[in-house]
């Protein structure tokens, strides 16, 4: 099965390099698996101001 070089390289820095893996996932658990509060989604979404078609377009 054919694999990049840039694949290649990864998974040989990964076999050599195991902390980076459980460093991923405990960054992961830090930005993106947090619990989301439902007023401020709520708040955001009621806030949003809809873009034009063309937003350089002179008013």
């Not at 694949?7 to 698996?33: A, I």
Request: glycine share 0%; charged share 35%; aromatic share 16%.
């Amino acid at each position: 099965m054919y694999q990049s070089e840039f694949t290649q390289f990864m998974n040989d820095y990964l076999d050599k390099h195991p902390e980076v893996e459980s460093e991923r996932r405990e960054l992961r658990l830090t930005w993106w698996e947090r619990p989301q509060n439902l007023d401020d989604v709520q708040r955001w979404k009621e806030s949003r101001v809809p873009q034009k078609a063309y937003v350089y377009q002179p008013e």
